[in-house]
């Protein structure tokens, strides 16, 4: 189920009054039969893989609190950690590493086709997986202690505002609010509609739009100038981050008017002053899981320069791989973890600063423009391997480019990317400047409803008229 679409916005009008018309003890076996529904609108079969996962981490989450031995809550760990990564792993990754593994067989004329199955990727596995296995290694660190509700621990996996692209919350966070579903309170209702209206407008008016524009550019670069290519990834860049940061808006809305607080995922990435600082605006809730579960417990900076360096490298390394089953994504995440470790170095003992504000650089806008520059550029160089289809795809798109050819449509390109850079823009300021997400609930009521109107306005209209795009991030 989109949440672009009327069949998402029929079930919002008709679960939130139904949850909050029964009794307390209800809320949450009707909330967890939602949201198994909203999963299984796709395809009812793949809940089975969502129960799978929720019963293996409920009864070895409490396994693992009550054992006395610390090797025999290792091997419990384990199990959770080969169930979880190897039902995600055949599902979304048997093809790619049989493919590669063929393709190597070919060099040396061999070929085993047979090992291509026809699988279908199961809409945000790799969003619950990781979810629910924080779950699991904060109980084996002695971060948390196991639910004893079996329907809660159900219901935090499978919460649908964020099942199926996020954010990746931790139980900490979630399961206690989930443990009792109270009434909203009227700021909360007042920030989720603030926040669901904004996240369609994004998604649907920008990221929609764009996605109609860019798809043809990335599906025969060949036909389109430089001007047009350079202003296609612009666009991309502005197309992922309005489609994403638009569903974690609706998700965080949603979640908000069933009177649940979900984390922030993103903080306006595009005004970050450097790659360090992209990563702490951009996707927090992947960003903080990988630090936390993966890039700490391999060493983190606490074995030597060197090391960190590898750490860096082989987390973002992984972290492109759960992004796509395709070396292309490997080489988005690798080049993120090349830039990473460079910045540590450039950094050496000094730490970073985070509070995205150009009076941090004493009072020089340049410098800060110059820097934010820098890092975009950077960030846009990946953007073009993480779209691309292909290795041959990527490096045509690079060439043409760089060896430059004209077009007539160029001056329309430059005001497509101009028009929409600026509209993205305009929410990023306001949430920047202002520090919130939700500071529209702060505004003069009239000025409120009538911004609130526009946007639904729009996006209805686009609704009416077009077919919803998938998230692109359902695709992980």
Do not use: C
Request: hydrophobic share 50%; no cysteine; net charge positive.
């Amino acid at each position: 189920m989109l949440f672009n679409s009327f069949v998402f916005l029929f079930f919002l009008v008709t679960i939130v009054p139904l949850v909050f018309t029964l009794k307390p003890k209800y809320r949450q076996i009707t909330l967890t039969l939602a949201s198994y529904f909203f999963y299984g609108y796709w395809d009812w079969r793949f809940t089975s893989l969502l129960m799978i996962s929720t019963v293996v981490d409920f009864y070895i989450g409490k396994a693992i609190y009550t054992e006395i031995s610390q090797q025999r809550k290792k091997q419990l760990l384990l199990i959770s950690l080969f169930t979880n990564l190897g039902i995600l792993g055949f599902f979304k990754y048997f093809n790619f590493f049989a493919e590669s593994f063929n393709e190597t067989l070919a060099m040396f004329n061999y070929q085993l086709d047979f090992l291509h199955l026809n699988i279908l990727l199961p809409v945000g596995i790799s969003f619950y997986t990781f979810q629910t296995l924080s779950y699991t290694i904060d109980i084996y660190r002695g971060e948390m202690k196991p639910t004893e509700s079996f329907l809660n621990f159900a219901l935090f996996v499978s919460f649908f505002p964020q099942l199926v692209a996020g954010p990746i919350e931790r139980a900490k966070h979630l399961l206690p609010q989930l443990n009792k579903i109270e009434k909203p309170s009227l700021l909360y209702i007042k920030e989720g509609i603030a926040l669901i209206s904004v996240g369609m407008f994004k998604k649907i008016i920008i990221g929609d739009t764009l996605g109609r524009i860019v798809d043809p550019v990335f599906a025969e670069p060949e036909y389109y100038g430089s001007i047009e290519l350079f202003a296609a990834l612009i666009l991309f860049s502005l197309q992922i981050y309005n489609d994403f940061s638009g569903y974690s808006h609706i998700a965080r809305g949603t979640a908000r008017l069933l009177g649940i607080d979900l984390m922030e995922n993103f903080n306006q990435p595009y005004l970050s002053t450097n790659i360090t600082e992209f990563w702490r605006r951009w996707h927090i809730s992947l960003s903080s899981w990988l630090r936390d579960y993966l890039y700490i417990p391999l060493g983190g900076n606490r074995k030597g320069n060197v090391r960190t360096y590898v750490n860096l490298m082989l987390t973002m390394l992984l972290g492109g791989l759960w992004h796509g089953a395709n070396w292309t994504f490997v080489v988005w995440g690798g080049l993120h973890g090349l830039y990473l470790a460079v910045h540590k170095l450039m950094m050496g003992s000094k730490k970073p600063r985070y509070d995205n504000d150009f009076k941090r650089e004493k009072g020089s806008v340049v410098l800060f423009l110059i820097k934010l520059l820098s890092t975009n550029l950077l960030v846009l160089l990946t953007w073009l391997f993480f779209r691309a289809d292909s290795f041959d795809s990527a490096f045509l798109f690079l060439n043409r480019v760089f060896m430059f050819t004209e077009s007539s449509f160029a001056l329309r390109f430059i005001t497509i990317t101009t028009t929409f850079g600026i509209l993205s823009l305009i929410f990023d300021y306001l949430e920047y400047t202002r520090k919130s997400h939700t500071f529209w609930v702060n505004i003069n009521a009239p000025v409120r409803y009538a911004a609130y109107t526009v946007m639904w306005f729009y996006a209805l209209l686009y609704m009416f008229q077009a077919e919803p795009m998938p998230f692109i991030y359902f695709q992980f």
